[in-house]
């Protein structure tokens, strides 16, 4: 697969030829669906907690007498019967996340790669660098028709651009490491570097 090279200015910089094993694969919902479940449980912060009757905060004293009342037998006040007292089997801390074969990780990444490259909205650029203005970088950005990107480079990321980027609504940047299925997919655009592009081939193959 053979796409033209772009700099920043949109001037064309020659082209580039892309791995069909990686760009050209038929992308599957199922393995994409499976790898962003992953990702998203894994980040989950599983932070959610109640209290059970053992920690609320109502006396322990039997209600009333157990017999003779007339109405059902009862302990104290924190038990799941009565309001305000302790939930029963309620969420508790814990992690969300669940293993994935790094092979489905691996192919999901290449799904995601392929996804954009077929619907026509992965560019590649020469070289993501700037000056660090901002004011420079969003022109630039506007003028190419960006409006929700993700720009992937090489394995680091050149400091003058990720400052210029960093206050820029809708321009996120990423090394080559940081590259996920996650990110991929819910952007418009997929700008990949030349040395993005390496260092992927390089992680994918």
């Known amino acids: 697969m053979k796409l033209d090279v772009i700099k920043l200015d949109g001037k064309k910089a020659g082209s580039v030829d892309l791995g069909e094993e990686i760009f050209g694969l038929e992308p599957r919902a199922d393995i994409l669906h499976r790898v962003v479940r992953w990702q998203r449980n894994k980040a989950q912060a599983g932070t959610h907690k109640v209290k059970t009757r053992s920690e609320t905060s109502y006396s322990t004293k039997k209600i009333y007498r157990q017999k003779g009342t007339g109405g059902a037998r009862h302990g104290d006040r924190n038990a799941p019967i009565f309001r305000k007292g302790g939930i029963y089997k309620g969420p508790t801390p814990r992690s969300h996340a669940h293993d994935l074969p790094k092979k489905v990780r691996l192919l999901g990444l290449k799904h995601a790669l392929s996804a954009k490259a077929k619907a026509g909205e992965l560019v590649v650029l020469d070289a993501a660098d700037s000056k660090g203005k901002t004011k ?70």
């Open 136 to 205: 420079d970088l969003a022109k630039q950005v506007k003028d190419l028709g960006w409006k929700r990107a993700l720009v992937i480079d090489g394995a680091e990321v050149n400091e003058g651009f990720a400052k210029a980027a960093a206050n820029i609504d809708g321009l996120d940047v990423l090394p080559s490491m940081g590259a996920n299925v996650y990110d991929i997919l819910r952007r418009d655009t997929l700008v990949l570097t030349k040395a993005g592009i390496e260092a992927l081939e390089a992680r994918l193959k």
